[in-house]
């Protein structure tokens, strides 16, 4: 038996107010509610669980490298340029905060949005080739979801 950590399965977001940021979650990204409290929400969202805790007033889940720059601890992958720009016009219109499109110099291109809190999130056109290799991940549809399942 090797023991050894087999997949993130929860991450958690401080948020300022637990029942507007869910509903932001839930109505932007379409992720869905299991469970919630005054306190805290719980959420399905790009096959994790997220909790939302209620923080104290400033606090995001970003943090500042050496050079002083502000960065995000999250990146989410969708399938190809094609579905990165979709979802991005789709965040848009949806009134998220999102930067431009970028090219980091590696495969791929990427662009950045913030929920209300101000916690920063990263999408990048690349799904990992090992996620696909271990998930036997073929082809994605518009939702995301593979065939597959």
């Known amino acids: ?4 950590l087999v ?5 958690y977001l401080p948020v300022s107010n ?3 940021s ?6 932007k990204l379409g992720a869905k509610l299991n ?12 096959n994790q669980s997220f909790f939302l805790v209620s923080s104290q007033k400033g606090e995001s889940s970003n943090f500042y490298n050496s050079k002083g720059e502000e960065c995000f601890s999250i ?6 340029i094609q579905a990165l720009e979709t979802i991005r016009k789709n965040f848009i219109e949806k009134k998220i905060m999102v930067s431009e499109v970028e090219d980091r110099a590696h495969a791929g291109k990427n662009f950045v949005f913030h929920d209300p809190d101000g916690n920063t999130f990263d999408v990048w056109s690349e799904v990992s080739t090992k996620y696909k290799e ?6 994605f549809n518009e939702k ?6």
């Open 144 to 149: 995301g979801v593979t065939g597959n399942e």
């Open 1 to 4: 038996m090797s023991e050894h």
């Open 18 to 20: 637990v029942e507007r």
């Open 22 to 27: 869910t509903n932001w979650y839930v109505t």
């Open 35 to 46: 469970y919630q409290d005054e306190s805290k929400a719980i959420l399905d969202l790009a």
């Open 134 to 139: 271990r998930y036997l991940v073929q082809d």
């Open 75 to 80: 990146t989410f992958e969708v399938e190809g």
């Open 7 to 11: 997949r993130i399965g929860t991450t």
